[in-house]
């Protein structure tokens, strides 16, 4: 049985761009950062953390936008929607934006970041926050709980 109901598509707003998870994810989470906040016109972002070889955009093509350094932001060149983040140094995972999933609303963030950042009134159910980024190794124990205990689409 899979539990995840694998693959799930999605897309942008103006739906020229799409993608694919085909992976289950390794964290879903909520970034409370100014750069998010300002990224989403919102208090913070949503994303959910996908193997990269589980991740791919089938129709479109995406465009950096946000920051031009090494982590790249990656949008719909039409509608703009922040659809995908590849981190810097990090490429065995996609972060990609939950509410991209055509079918989202399980989504349940297992993990919170930057919350020193954070709007004082955003406030989620998240099992684990951080008032910054966990160290490195925080992750493999995030991971591993997430994979017992984290969010399921119904």
Not at 8 to 13: F, K, L, P, S, V
Not at 115 to 140: D, H, I, N, R, S
Request: with cysteine.
């Amino acid at each position: 049985m899979d539990e995840w109901k694998l693959p799930w598509n999605g897309g942008c707003r103006c739906g020229q761009t799409r993608l694919q998870v085909s992976a289950p994810p390794l964290l879903t989470s909520v970034c409370h950062c100014i750069g998010c906040q300002r990224m989403t016109a919102s208090a913070f972002s949503l994303s959910l953390s996908i193997p990269s070889e589980g991740f791919a955009v089938t129709a479109g093509e995406p465009v950096i936008g946000g920051l031009h350094g090494a982590t790249r932001h990656y949008f719909c060149p039409h509608c703009m929607s922040w659809m995908f983040t590849r981190p810097e140094g990090m490429d065995q995972f996609v972060n990609v934006r939950s509410s991209m999933l055509d079918e989202y609303g399980w989504f349940v963030p297992f993990v919170e970041f930057w919350t020193q950042e954070g709007l004082p009134w955003a406030k989620t159910p998240a099992m684990y926050c951080y008032e910054t980024q966990p160290e490195f190794v925080a992750f493999g124990k995030l991971i591993e709980e997430f994979s017992r205990y984290g969010p399921r689409p119904t």
